[in-house]
């Protein structure tokens, strides 16, 4: 509890004034609700935690709301207050699995995408339009959404950090207190599984 | 933050990459600014390597889709409304 109360002070500024016109309960459900809870659900995968989690945010931040400063949006203040709660969360049951994951060559699906020479073991196939326009299918986001929560839990957690809240890996090693080589085999095959599944299932 | 050092065994370079090594060094580029040698390396194996091209566009998509990935609205991904009224309720409370 502590933690948490610490973790909502970091974010705020001291001497803020009150938020003004967006201040109510209504307001913000409305307006971030459905976003705070994608954002958990894509990091954490279990829909009840996720709920408990955007749940915990709103009330807190509420609670802090008159230390708001208003040098972000309040759906910036919103996430990062959401992100640290996921990120404690996620230190407490990954720290161990994420240790374990050091070697960029050690991971079966890796393994099978080259042959003893270092050459893919198979053809690549082509996804079809240019990249900007594959971006623009609702089928093929849908898809990535799918692979991406296919992911194991430790695998995520990371990848999600560094490409989704573009945080640096100096400061995905800092908040999970894990080593940057950690963070770049994480990186790696994650992108790695990722293009896989893309590959297994995407149909131009 | 420099890529891994080489006598840790994360990344062994070689004159000439091999696919595999391309495809660590492509990632690894996203995360860590690259030695020369190894910006170079990679330059020189893109270059001649079709199959490394396309997993290179290929990892770009990847990562172009994660910036749009949580503006994407889901109807499967709402908070509900039961969620929506207790958690206001709480708030209201404070």
Known sequence: MNLQKNLIQDEIPEKSPKLSGIDTPDKWLSDYGDYLFRYAVLQLKDKSLAEDLVQDTFVSAYKARDQFQGKSSVKTWLVTILRNKIIDLVRKKQRVSFLSVENFDDDPVIRNNFNGAGIWSKWLNSWGSSPEALLEQSQFMDQFQSCLSKLPENLRAVFVMRNIDELS??????????????????????RMRLRECLEANWKS | MEEPDKNNSAISLKSFLCCQEYSKLCCLGKDSNLSLASRIAKSFHHLFCFTCRRFSKQINVIDGACKKVLEKESESCKLSEDAKNRIKSLMKEE
Do not use: A, H, M, Q
């Open chain 1, 169 to 190: 890996t100096e400061e995905i090693c800092e908040k999970l207190d894990i080593s940057s080589n950690n963070v770049w085999v994480i990186l790696y095959r994650s």
